[in-house]
């Protein structure tokens, strides 16, 4: 685990609220520990930037979710981008459909 990254308010009586945890660059796969303000985590959609390859390919590696089951690409990833076109991973750039997702996650 390598360097800590914190982002600073610009004024200091604001408060605001962190998220914080080990981060995983989807490009070269470099783990970190991350903290993050909650607006600027949610202006970047959650895309984080990368330490070590500079790459804005950084997500938290465990994260909030909700109870039921979760759809996990066999890269490993959880992100999904779904298009008119359908839904592919953006870590290894693979199609999928979405029956075959859950399938994946019920160890079909």
Same mark, same amino acid.
């Given at each position: ?12 009586? +604001?408060?605001?609220? !962190? ?7 989807? +490009? ?14 949610? %202006?970047? !959609? ?5 330490? %070590? ?11 909030? +979710? ?18 008119? %076109? ?12 979405? +029956? ?7 160890? !079909?």
């Amino acid at each position: 685990m390598g360097k800590v990254l914190a982002f600073v308010a610009k004024k200091k009586k +604001e408060r605001i609220s !962190d998220f914080s945890g080990i981060a995983r660059c989807m +490009e070269c796969k470099y783990e970190w520990e991350a903290v993050i303000p909650e607006e600027l985590f949610e %202006e970047n !959609d959650g895309w984080l930037g990368c330490p %070590e390859c500079g790459m804005q390919r950084g997500r938290m590696k465990h994260h909030m +979710e909700n109870s039921g089951v979760h759809c996990v690409c066999r890269c490993g990833s959880w992100a999904f981008h779904i298009t008119s %076109e359908g839904i592919y991973c953006p870590n290894c750039y693979t199609w999928h459909e979405l +029956e075959d997702l859950w399938g994946e996650q019920n160890g !079909d």
